[in-house]
T-cell receptor, first 113, second 112 residues
Framework: NAGVTQTPKFQVLKTGQSMTLQCAQD?????MSWYRQDPGMGLRLIHY???????DQGEVPNGYNVSRSTTEDFPLRLLSAAPSQTSVYFC????????????FGSGTQLSVL | DQQVKQNSPSLSVQEGRISILNCDYT??????FLWYKKYPAEGPTFLIS?????DKNEDGRFTVFLNKSAKHLSLHIVPSQPGDSAVYFC???????????FGQGTRLTINP
């Protein structure tokens, strides 16, 4: 049972490049979300999804795009990377809602030069 | 506007003693609170939670206390062990929000 799998673990981008951070879970969870962790800021919600075909914005959605075509996958797209998007990104899922515990992936460390 | 605040970036405690981590919130609509623990190079893991209808919840060495009038919660770890050294995040949500709001985190170091 793999849980929540994020790829890649590390990525370096140049300003203006685009890329997709992958997230997959094998627990049949309906709720999935993306967070970024920055020093002194804690974890901030970027986007979330309550089921296939349904997504919504979190606290810091600008510059990011998501889609949820299957229950298992929830990719995060950076449209045109900026240095301010240098961060550690975590994908998380739960069975139904945030009232249940979230299972987090191990994170993607992204640097934008 | 930081709705959930952990004002102590770090805390150092001797092994065997009590660790107390604090968290304050400003949104009176929050009705469910959680603590997550994070080791370096890993994702956070769920530790313990409490509903606003309770003022205390225990799970082994971990107890969370909620003071709704003060909008304050705390996590007590007794006795503290070296494996408890990690960053602890408190988080809050409310009915229908589908969003967790996290604090900044407190780095706990347990000294032998």
């Amino acid at each position: 049972n793999a849980g929540v799998t994020q790829t890649p673990k590390f990525q370096v981008l140049k300003t203006g490049q685009s890329m997709t951070l992958q997230c997959a879970q094998d627990m049949n969870h309906e709720y999935m979300s993306w967070y970024r962790q920055d020093p002194g800021m804690g974890l901030r919600l970027i986007h979330y999804s309550v089921g296939a075909g349904i997504t919504d914005q979190g606290e810091v959605p600008n510059g990011y795009n998501v889609s949820r075509s299957t229950t298992e996958d929830f990719p995060l797209r950076l449209l045109s990377a900026a240095p301010s998007q240098t961060s550690v990104y975590f994908c998380a899922s739960s069975y139904d809602t945030v009232y249940e515990k979230l299972f987090f992936g191990s994170g993607t460390q992204l640097s934008v030069l | 506007d930081q709705q959930v605040k952990q004002n102590s970036p770090s805390l150092s405690v001797q092994e065997g003693r009590i660790s107390i981590l604090n968290c304050d919130y400003t949104n009176s609509m929050f009705d469910y609170f959680l603590w997550y623990k994070k080791y370096p190079a890993e994702g956070p893991t769920f530790l313990i939670s409490i509903s606003s209808i309770k003022d205390k919840n225990e799970d082994g060495r971990f107890t969370v206390f909620l003071n709704k009038s003060a909008k304050h919660l705390s996590l007590h770890i007794v006795p503290s062990q070296p494996g408890d050294s990690a960053v602890y995040f408190c988080a809050a949500t409310n009915q229908g929000a589908q969003k967790l709001v996290f604090g900044q985190g407190t780095r706990l170091t347990i000294n032998p």
